[in-house]
Every structure is written in structure tokens, then in C-alpha cells.
């Protein structure tokens, strides 16, 4: 049983729950877990520039997507053997790699990330990891890189080890001013059009992030509540 108490956190309500599996501490933010956020990609997202850019299709993908240091082979590896059918930048990616020359993100192609398929691309628009690991009937957190499967889920860890899982905010986009930013209820309510709860509707990554014993009590709390 995941052990539950109030814990104070940068989230708006903050609930602390324990891995009974290997101690590790949480700190949730259950209101937006329990909010209709979804993905509006493609129905009126309006990116991530310092201007409002929906028509330009590009979501969060306007930048190359930051990998972490075990992930760089794998990506580079998919991106290599994608079929051009459905990875509008296979040419680019065969000449030139998927990868930045420090491996640290995926390569910047005319003003966004080269797996993203603009809009209009017969093989379909979005990301080209994403529909190939459904096309190959696998999730697409098996696929793509941490920051792109984890998104809108943010964690932060404070200097006690403490893990602070909340919706990311503009301000966690650094230096680069975002116009608008679709996690903001009070500002950009938009986004909050879901059928279905947050814990519901992310509960693959929710399991894949804070491991199946906290996302299974956050779901049936959050249920119950």
C-alpha cells in the first residue's frame, strides 16, 4: 500500500505518495491529474515561439528534442531505419543523421524537429517515432525520447530526493520566451477539453514514470475523490 500524506511542492495541491517497491518519495500534483487536459495538437495548438504559430502545425516539436545521454544510440539507430513512407525527412536524416554533432537533441530541419512530419505529408503528420511504433504495434514511449513521451508531465527532484511530478509551466521552457503554453487552466483553457481525467488518460506514462504500485494508487485515489 503507497503511503499518503500532504506535502508542500511547487504544484498547485501537492499529495506525497511512497514506492512500496523502493522508497521513493512523490510529490503529485492531483489537480492537474485530475483536470481534462489534453493534447490539442492539430485542433488549435499554438506551439511553442514567443509568437502564436498554429498554422505552422509544429506543437512542441519547434525545437530539437534534448535526449538523455542512453538514449542517443537507440534514436539514432530508429531514425536510420525508419521507412521513408511514413518519415518525411528519411533523405535528410540518411545524409546528414538525425543527431546534433554533440548527441545531445535530434537535428533542427526548416524550423523544427526532423522527425516531425509537417502537415500535408502523405505518410502521415506528427511524429514519424510515434506512428512508426504504432504502426509496429509497440507504445511509443518504447520509441521516442524521454522528454517527447513524458510532455505535459514535468519532475523535478529537490535537494532532499524528493520527486516532484506536476504539468510543465512557460517558465520550464528556459530563456525562450513561449507565447503560449497549453498546461495554464487559468490562462489558456483550451487544452482542458478531455472526455476523460489526466490520470486516466496518461496512466501509460504516469506507470512508466513513478512505476506501476504509485500509478495505480493515484488512479484509484483520484477516482474515489
Known sequence: MVERSDADSPAETAERYVDPVDGTVWDIDVDFLRSNWRCIWGEGCQGILPERAEALGQGCCSVGAELLDEEAATVEALGLTLDPVRF??????????????????????????IFLNRPGFDGGAGCALHLAAVDEGDSPID???????QLPLKVDVDGNEVRHLRAWRADDW???CVAWCCTDRSAEPSAFVGDTP???SLFEELRALVGPEV???????????
Open 143 to 149: 520509441w521516442k525520447p524521454a522528454i517527447c513521451w
Open 215 to 225: 500509478a495505480v494508487e493515484l488512479r484509484t485515489r483520484l477516482s474515489e475523490s
Open 174 to 176: 528556459g530563456d525562450d
Open 198 to 200: 489526466v490520470v486516466e
Open 88 to 113: 518525411q525527412f528519411a533523405a535528410q536524416a540518411s545524409s546528414g543523421g538525425v543527431l546534433t554533432g554533440d548527441r545531445r537533441a535530434t537535428r533542427v530541419i526548416d524550423g523544427a524537429c
